[in-house]
């Protein structure tokens, strides 16, 4: 069975830095692309970023790149994102999901990232 | 970049059909086959029902169909059920910048 499990999400101040987890199991996460999605409260679904198999290769929403830095380590089935000057706005549940083809096949439960002072 | 737009909400009677729209552009929708919906109930992660326009994962029953013609794209659901009553959204590939970009949401109800 295909399990995505995320973790690291929490309550944050304005400007600090956060990295979010995901754990895969149940598939060969060495051989598919992943990706991140975030969805504030209340609100629609935002893609974020995602990386191919060996990380050669990253993509971001061009409205944030520059703060987030997606990342993966294929020996302990794991998915990263890293998130820099964290802003009011990055309010929101991050889901991590795998890539099938041009397609999100499989969802984590999602991990909230609440940034208040 | 803006969302796809997507209706608020629509609403049917159980066994009835209802149909989402998800208008974009010839840079997203319009360019690319790539379209997929997703189901969203509330609490809950989103969960592929559709992909690539009209394919369904394995899993999906039949009721749930997806179309495309020109910059718009559709999700079908036949023989409406109580469990279908949930927030869907659409999704599409748009390209080497942006890559993807997702619908605005629909509310479904079954009254």
């Excluded at chain 1, 990253?58 to 802003?87: C, E, H, W």
């Excluded at chain 2, 209706?7 to 929708?29: F, H, K, L, N, Y």
């Excluded at chain 2, 609490?43 to 009209?54: E, Q």
């Excluded at chain 2, 959204?89 to 109800?109: K, L, P």
């Amino acid at each position: 069975e295909v399990q995505l499990v995320e973790s690291g999400g929490g309550l944050v101040q304005p400007g600090g830095s956060l990295r979010l987890s995901c754990t895969a199991s149940g598939f060969d996460f060495n051989s598919y692309w992943m990706t991140w999605v975030r969805q504030a409260p209340g609100m629609g679904l935002e893609w974020v970023a995602n990386i191919n198999p060996d990380a050669s290769d990253r993509s971001y929403v061009p409205s944030l790149k520059g703060r987030f830095t997606i990342s993966r380590d294929n020996a302990r089935n794991s998915l990263y994102l890293q998130i820099n000057g964290l802003r009011d706005e990055d309010t929101a549940i991050y889901y991590c999901a795998r890539h099938y083809n041009w397609n999100f096949d499989y969802w984590g439960q999602g991990a909230l990232v609440t940034v208040s002072s | 970049q803006s969302a796809l737009t997507q209706p608020r909400s629509v609403s049917g009677s159980p066994g009835q059909s209802v149909t989402i729209s998800c208008t974009g552009t010839s840079s997203d929708v319009g360019a690319y086959t790539y379209v997929s919906w997703y189901q969203q109930h509330p609490g809950k992660a989103p969960k592929l029902v559709i992909f690539d326009v009209n394919k369904r994962p394995s899993g999906v029953p039949d009721r749930f169909s997806g179309s495309k013609s020109g910059n718009t794209a559709s999700l079908t659901i036949s023989g409406l059920q109580a469990d279908d009553e949930a927030d869907y959204y659409c999704c599409s590939f748009a390209g080497g910048y942006i890559f993807y970009v997702f619908g605005t949401g629909t509310t479904v109800t079954v009254l």
